[in-house]
Nanobody
Framework: QVHLVESGGGLVQPGGSLELSCAAS????????MAWYRQAPGKQRELVAG???????NYAEPVKGRFTISRDNAKNTVYLQMDSLKPEDTAVYYC??????????????????WGQGTQVTVSS
C-alpha cells in the first residue's frame, strides 16, 4: 500500500500564491509519475500537472506559466507552486502517484494511488 499525504491548501486572494505538497510513503521502490489533479464543484476531475522521475513535465493549458511542479525523489514528495491564482483555479486538488510493480525483468504494471484532496479557494 502507498499512502499520499497532502498539505498546503487554503484561501487566497486573486493574484496570490500557494504551494501544495504531497508526500508518499509505504511500499515504494520508485514512482514513475507524480501528478496533481483538481476537481471543481459540478466538474470532472482534470489533470493539472505531472512530472516523471526523470524530470519531464506537462501542464494543463490553463495553468501554463503560472504553476510549477517539482519533485524531491529522495523524499518521495511532489510540490505544486501556484502563482497568479485566479478564481477559476478554485477546486479540490488531488495528488496522484503511479507506482510500477515489476513482475518479469523490465515488465511491469502500474498502480495508481490518490491523496485525500486539499481545498484551494481563490476569492476576494
Amino acid at each position: 500500500q502507498v499512502h499520499l499525504v497532502e498539505s498546503g491548501g487554503g484561501l487566497v486572494q486573486p493574484g496570490g500564491s500557494l504551494e501544495l505538497s504531497c508526500a508518499a510513503s509505504g511500499s515504494i521502490v520508485s514512482i514513475n509519475v507524480m501528478a496533481w489533479y483538481r476537481q471543481a464543484p459540478g466538474k470532472q476531475r482534470e489533470l493539472v500537472a505531472g512530472m516523471t522521475s526523470g524530470g519531464s513535465t506537462n501542464y494543463a493549458e490553463p495553468v501554463k506559466g503560472r504553476f510549477t511542479i517539482s519533485r524531491d525523489n529522495a523524499k518521495n514528495t511532489v510540490y505544486l507552486q501556484m502563482d497568479s491564482l485566479k478564481p477559476e483555479d478554485t477546486a479540490v486538488y488531488y495528488c496522484n502517484a503511479e507506482v510500477p510493480r515489476y513482475f518479469s525483468g523490465s515488465n511491469f504494471y502500474a498502480e495508481h494511488y490518490w491523496g485525500q484532496g486539499t481545498q484551494v479557494t481563490v476569492s476576494s
